[in-house]
């Protein structure tokens, strides 16, 4: 069962970003299925790494774009993208522990962040 679904209200109206939040919550979703079957921990490990690597592919693209566009807050956006890395970085060092229970409610917090950054934040250098 996946965590949630795709939902028209968080297109942004760029198609190419459009395109990197759906990858992103993909791999979020599996990354939630993942936790919730609690018993695959180098599966756990490789997802997160995975959602590592795609979301610091997602934010530089992202950042480029703002910085092309003369974006004004651009650098209040980078302190958001921060705070989500950091906060995978987090999750990494949890994994190391492996305690999956945490995990589940980490993954859950990631996938709701960004929910409200894609709808409230993304949106506002895109329209
Ligand atoms: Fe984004
Ligand atoms: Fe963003």
């Known amino acids: 069962m ?4 795709w ?3 968080y297109y942004i109206g760029n198609e190419e970003i459009d395109t990197q939040h759906k990858k992103l919550f993909d791999i979020l ?7 919730v079957s609690k018993n695959d921990v180098d599966s756990v490990e490789s997802v ?21 566009a003369e974006y004004k807050d651009l650098d209040k956006h980078i302190t958001y993208h ?6 995978i ?10 305690r999956p229970d945490t995990d589940n ?5 990631l996938s709701n962040w960004l929910i ?3 709808t409230e934040e993304d949106k506002k250098y895109a329209i």
């Open 29 to 35: 979703n599996r990354l939630f299925d993942i936790c």
């Open 48 to 68: 997160t790494e995975e959602l590592e690597s795609y979301t610091h592919y997602h934010f530089k693209f992202e950042e480029q774009l703002m910085r092309d």
């Open 105 to 109: 409610k980490l993954v859950e917090f």
């Open 82 to 87: 921060n705070y989500f890395t950091n906060e």
């Open 2 to 5: 996946p965590l949630f679904a």
């Open 89 to 98: 970085k987090f999750a990494k060092r949890r994994q190391a522990q492996y």
């Open 7 to 9: 939902s028209d209200e």
């Open 116 to 118: 409200q950054h894609v």
